[in-house]
């Protein structure tokens, strides 16, 4: 159930992604699920500096709540996810190193925390990449089968049990992404 700490963990999870580079003060977005009702960051709400006004509540169920307009445009592609996979958060960011590598494709961990929490992270390349519903199916797609993913050009979406995993699986894979620039960088 919703209550003030899960609305303290949104908080503090948008401050540590702008804090880690993983967003501008406006980028990204943050949900979670408690049976059929989202929590959701709003639309252009700072990501850097949220307050619990900043978090809607919609239905997941329906296509129609008024709500949806107040929550972030990711806001289908949230919806997506939760309808098509077990997860019950979910993390978007826009993470420097893995949007870059995502322009090459998929994003193979050589860091032992990378490769055993993420092994590796596909790339998906919707014609409009930005709370499009081709979006919305390649990622839910994609995540059936994967912990994170990356959107071409765009950002990740991660899934995790608890808000906690999938913002660490956002950190890792920047991180991830950051050691495979540069060794490629040193390669060449």
Request: proline share 4%; net charge negative; aromatic share 6%.
């Amino acid at each position: 159930m919703f209550d003030s700490v899960t609305a303290r963990e949104i908080v503090d999870i948008g401050r540590d992604m702008f804090l880690r580079g993983l967003v501008s003060s406006h980028g990204g977005n943050i949900s979670v699920r408690f049976g059929s009702t989202v929590y959701i960051t709003g639309k252009g709400s700072m990501t850097s500096r949220l307050s619990t006004a900043d978090i809607v509540e919609v239905d997941l169920r329906r296509d129609d709540d008024p709500d949806i307009l107040n929550a972030s445009s990711e806001y289908i592609v949230h919806r997506a996810i939760y309808l098509n996979t077990g997860a019950l958060a979910v993390v978007h960011a826009h993470p420097p190193y893995a949007t870059l590598l995502s322009l090459s494709g998929e994003i193979v961990p050589v860091d032992s925390e990378g490769s055993y929490h993420l092994r590796r992270v596909p790339v998906v390349a919707p014609q409009n990449p930005i709370a499009s519903a081709e979006a919305a199916h390649l990622v839910s797609e994609t995540l059936k089968d994967n912990r994170a993913v990356m959107v071409r050009a765009h950002g990740s979406f991660a899934r995790g049990s608890t808000l906690e995993e999938a913002y660490m699986l956002t950190s890792a894979l920047e991180s991830s992404a950051f050691y495979v620039y540069h060794l490629e960088t040193k390669r060449r």
